[in-house]
Nanobody, 123 residues
């Protein structure tokens, strides 16, 4: 079983920054697709950023490009999401998700989800 624990959420003013962490309890960190999703009340779940842990390649949703940055500590199995220039529209519950990569690519399907961490951005 893969266990994911998010932390780092909180309440900030627009323009502020937060760094989310996702601690992954896995046998080996390499070979996973990991991602951050977010969901606000009344809105669809949105993919924020994706990383392939083996080579560190990343993808960012259009709404966060240039503001959010993924990084990872492979030795500690921790995924980070640095969020800068936060906007009220970023307010949501943020979830860390993961699954094993298939053929070295991310399928977009994530079987393992964390409990989430709340991010609230006030104007």
């Amino acid at each position: 079983q893969v266990q994911l624990v998010e932390s780092g959420g909180g309440s900030v003013q627009a323009g502020g920054s937060l760094r989310l962490s996702c601690a992954a309890s896995v046998y080996t960190y390499s070979g996973y697709c990991m991602a951050w999703f977010r969901q606000a009340p009344g809105k669809a779940r949105e993919g924020v950023a994706i990383i392939y842990t083996s080579d560190g390649s990343t993808y960012y949703g259009d709404s966060v490009k240039g503001r959010f940055t993924l990084s990872q500590d492979n030795a500690k199995n921790i995924l980070y999401l640095q969020m800068n220039s936060l906007k009220p529209e970023d307010t949501a519950m943020y979830y860390c998700v993961a699954d094993r990569a298939a053929y070295g690519v991310c399928s977009g399907v994530y079987r393992y989800w964390g409990q989430g961490t709340q991010v609230t951005v006030s104007s």
